[in-house]
Structure formats: C-alpha cells, structure tokens
C-alpha cells in the first residue's frame, strides 16, 4: 500500500470513527452534529464511496451508523433517524432508504412522519415493500399495524406478496398483542383474494417444508412465552375462525389444537 492510500484508509476510518461515537453519545448536541452530517452528500461520500454502493446495503459503513442510532435510548438519537426519513439528500440512494427503513423500525411510538416513510415505500413493485412490512410489524405499534391493516386490504398487492409478509415477520411476532387485535379486525372485514384462510394459518399452524425454501425459514415464538391478553385474544381469533370460515380438515384441526392449549394456559394462569 503507497503512502497516499494508507493515509486515504487511515481518513476512512476516522470519519466512521467520528460518526459512531456521535451516534452512540448521550448529548443532544452531538446527534444534530451527525444529522448534519448525514444529510451532507460530501460527507455520505466520504463514508461510503460508489464503489461501496455497488454491493450489498448492509456492507456499507452507514450502516453502523444507522444500528447505533438504533440502539441508543437518547431521544435525540432517535429524532435523528425521523428527520432522516424527511431528508431528500439522504434519500438519493435506494440503499440509504434500505437502512433507514430497517432502523426505523426501533422507533416506538413511531411519529405521523415516521408511518408517511414507511406507506410511500410500500407501493406495489417498488422493491421496499417486504423491508417494510417486515420494520412495520417488528415496530409493531398501533400506528404501525395501522398501516399494515391498509396494505394488506389494498388490491393492487399481489396475493403471494401478501402471503409473503404473513409467513414472514407477521408469523414471527404473531403473539405480539397489537398485531392480534389487527389480524382480529382484518378477519371481522374480511381480506382481498379469498386470504382469511392464509392469515388463520399463519396464527394457528406451521409448515417450514411448504412455505419456505430450506435457506429462509421464519420461526413462531412459543405459545408459552405469551402474555394472558395476547392469549384471550388468540381464543377468540380461534373461536371466530372456527365459526366465520371454511377451513379445510388440517386447518380446522390445527386450530382447534391451538385453542385447546390456549385454553390450557389460561385455566392454569
């Protein structure tokens, strides 16, 4: 390595430096130093050059950047992240609005500017759409399953789309209250493209060998691990299930066994 390219890695890796210890600071004063920053395209290219842009969003140095703002409690540090979401210069490139909307999703309650981010990209055929739907249901805010109600009752998603974030993320937190109460009101309306029996096997059953290739599986959480609301409300989805609709065999039976350890774990909380 010449003398030159040395000194260009040593800059690279104090602006990456410099910008995680603004990230992961406590003062106010110093995340709207970074927000500054990020929404200077000088400084975007010198964290991250084209070249970098080339490849894969998660290899990017930004990255880091956005997982510390995540991760840090300081209010401040998250209104970074919402004003990111506002940012034109920071949403030139698709591979800035990738990470945002995966940081986004820590952001509880997540404010209107927030949920605005997040339904202009979850357009059909905008290659957003299951990043989001993945932030949104992990966020799992009313706000947020809001948003997820309204898109799953919009026609212009294809079907498998659909499907996709119900044996996805929505599968992965199908315990997680708020997103319960949204199944409920989703099954009480009634989904687009005959899907209620999608969305009632996706709360009730499991079926890793037909709904996955064997690199991406998503897994449930425990029927144990639910709190006693997240159960009474999983009852009475059963319940409704049962009476609403024309499950086939498998499903009624699934249900059914559901319902009965369900029932179990009540009597016995």
Not at 103 to 129: L, M, N, Q, Y
Not at 136 to 153: R, Y
Not at 222 to 243: N, P
Request: charged share 30%.
């Amino acid at each position: 390595m010449s003398a030159e390219e040395s000194t260009a890695s040593a800059s690279k890796k104090q602006v990456i430096a410099d910008a995680l210890a603004l990230a992961g600071s406590p003062r106010a004063e110093d995340h709207a130093e970074l927000l500054a920053r990020l929404e200077s395209p000088a400084f975007l290219a010198q964290l991250d050059d084209e070249t970098a842009y080339r490849g894969r969003p998660e290899r990017l140095r930004l990255r880091r950047v956005l997982d510390a703002l995540a991760r840090n409690p300081a209010g401040s540090a998250q209104n970074v992240l919402v004003a990111l979401t506002g940012s034109r210069a920071f949403l030139e490139e698709d591979a800035r609005i990738d990470l945002l909307i995966k940081a986004s999703a820590t952001i509880v309650p997540p404010p209107d500017k927030v949920v605005r981010f997040w339904d202009a990209h979850w357009r059909p055929d905008d290659g957003f759409s299951n990043l989001t739907a993945a932030a949104v249901v992990q966020n799992g805010h009313e706000a947020a399953i809001s948003l997820l109600e309204k898109k799953m009752a919009n026609p212009q998603f294809e079907p498998d789309e659909k499907i996709h974030w119900m044996h996805g993320p929505m599968l992965s937190h199908r315990l997680d209250l708020p997103l319960l109460e949204g199944c409920k009101r989703m099954l009480e309306t009634g989904l687009p493209d005959d899907l209620n029996g999608k969305l009632v096997e996706t709360l009730f059953d499991y079926r890793p060998q037909e709904w996955y290739l064997p690199s991406v599986p998503y897994t449930p959480p425990a029927l144990e691990t639910a709190e006693k609301a997240a159960l009474v409300e999983l009852r009475g989805i059963a319940r409704m299930a049962l009476e609403k609709f024309r499950l086939d065999e498998r499903l009624t039976a699934q249900v059914k066994k559901v319902l009965e350890k369900v029932e179990a774990l009540l009597d016995g909380a």
